[in-house]
Nanobody, 124 residues
Framework: QVHLVESGGGLVQAGGSLRLSCADS????????MGWFRQAPGKEREFVAS????????SYADSVKGRFTISRDNAKTAVYLQMNSLKPEDTAVYYC?????????????????WGQGTQVTVSS
């Protein structure tokens, strides 16, 4: 079983930073591609960023390019999302997801495992 647990969300002012963490409380996901998604009230869950199993390949939604950075530490079975220059439009519940494939893209359906989400609120 893969059990993903997110942490690091909270309330921050526009222009501030947060670092989200995702850890596997069960088996390791060191060989899984990982992704971050977010969902705001009334909106579809949307892709934010993904990273290959080795960490050598990353992908970002256009809306967060240059501001967010995804990384992973396979030894710790953890994945991170560093969020800088936050905007009110970034407000959402952020979800960590895992795909047993080595590389995954932006489609929600590609991911097999999901965390419970962590709330990020950016005030203006």
């Amino acid at each position: 079983q893969v059990h993903l647990v997110e942490s690091g969300g909270g309330l921050v002012q526009a222009g501030g930073s947060l670092r989200l963490s995702c850890a596997d409380s069960g088996r390791t996901f060191s060989t899984y591609a990982m992704g971050w998604f977010r969902q705001a009230p009334g909106k579809e869950r949307e892709f934010v960023a993904s990273i290959s199993w080795s960490g050598s390949s990353t992908s970002y939604a256009d809306s967060v390019k240059g501001r967010f950075t995804i990384s992973r530490d396979n030894a710790k079975t953890a994945v991170y999302l560093q969020m800088n220059s936050l905007k009110p439009e970034d407000t959402a519940v952020y979800y960590c997801a895992a795909d047993q494939r080595l590389v995954a893209g932006p489609a929600v359906a590609e991911y097999e495992y999901w965390g419970q989400g962590t709330q990020v609120t950016v005030s203006s």
